[in-house]
């Protein structure tokens, strides 16, 4: 029984959490929308710093109609936001927050993430082909054939860091690199350009946000969803973008490591900082073509990827 009351009680914690990060997220979003395109509204509506907006936004969700599109897949309609949702809350399970603030270290913790990362895909083509809409089917199949080409050098760009450390538990990741006193993105650049690269696309965020394109898709692969399913969408998109800047960090920016503050605190200011960074670039930069987003993906950053893992390893044999 203490056993189950102890995993209940991580579960809630995980789950509070994301709802919490998607809340803040959002809000930080419109904020920092607001300032870099000069939109009044961001910065003015919504009481006391514009909280008032996100909470009017989940009641707006929450109460909004739920029907089923004509001609849809149900079972696969309505399966899909939790397919999205569910892997989002499990890479929390090998996430070094600190020293002794993780779930569960697994030995091959950096597998376990890029493997239920992927299942992401499994839902958003759910989406799409059960939506029976052509703009959902159309953006599912390029978000198919972006997050294939984008997941090969996202996941060689680790290669670097596990050949550099001799292991794939991030904590022990963590740890070499203050046993080296260094941060791997020093020696590890390319790798960690790429890896942020790479997942930015992972996450259909502009400018490669082809999937969703509003001028040309409406909303992509939910288009035909609205209410609470939308919302799971929503905190699903939110959430990865945190994990995949706290996995950054475990790779790049030395964990949780830093001076004066707990470490649980300077792994989330790291978090935070690449997520404020991938904030900046949406609003920032234009969408690209379907076809300059592929070549980036196979023709540059994927053989950079492997130039950086021959390089890394040469220097290791040499060294």
């Known amino acids: 029984m203490n056993i189950l009351l102890y995993a209940l009680l991580k579960a809630v914690i995980v789950v509070a959490f994301l709802g919490l990060n998607a809340f803040v997220l959002i809000w930080a979003e419109r904020k920092i929308s607001g300032y870099i395109q000069r939109r009044y509204g961001p910065l003015r509506v919504g009481g006391p710093a514009g909280a008032l907006q996100s909470a009017a936004d989940i009641l707006k969700l929450l109460t909004k109609e739920d029907f089923v599109p004509g001609g849809a897949d149900k079972w696969l309609w309505t399966l899909a936001p939790a397919v999205s949702l569910i892997p989002a809350v499990l890479v929390y399970l090998v996430l070094p927050i600190g020293k002794t603030v993780v779930l ?10 890029a493997s239920v990362t992927s299942f992401t895909l499994l839902g958003i083509f759910m989406a799409g082909w059960g939506s029976n809409n052509k703009y959902s089917l159309v953006g599912a199949m390029r978000a198919g054939a972006q997050l294939f080409s984008y997941e090969i050098p996202l996941i060689l760009s680790t290669i670097g860091v596990v050949i550099a450390t001799g292991t794939l538990t991030l904590q022990g990741i963590v740890e070499a690199q203050a046993q080296h006193h260094e941060w791997f993105v020093f020696p590890q650049f390319v790798g960690f350009v790429v890896f942020y690269v790479a997942s930015l696309a992972e996450l259909n965020r502009t400018p490669f946000d082809l999937a969703e394109a509003e001028s040309e898709l409406i909303a992509g692969y939910f288009t035909e969803y609205s209410g609470i399913r939308w919302a799971m969408f929503a905190i699903a998109e939110y959430s990865n973008l945190f994990t995949t800047s706290a996995l ?3 790779l790049f920016l030395g964990g949780w490591h830093g001076p004066w503050l707990p470490g649980w605190m300077w792994f989330l200011l790291k978090s935070y900082l690449l997520v404020f960074i991938g904030i900046w670039i949406r609003w920032t ?22 130039a950086n893992v021959l390089g890394t390893a040469l220097y290791l044999m040499v060294r």
């Open 104 to 113: 569960q270290n697994l030995n091959i913790g950096l597998v376990f993430f």
């Open 248 to 250: 950054g960090v475990t």
């Open 285 to 306: 930069l234009p969408r690209v073509r379907i076809d300059q987003l592929m070549d980036l993906g196979w023709k540059f950053l994927f053989p950079l990827s492997v």
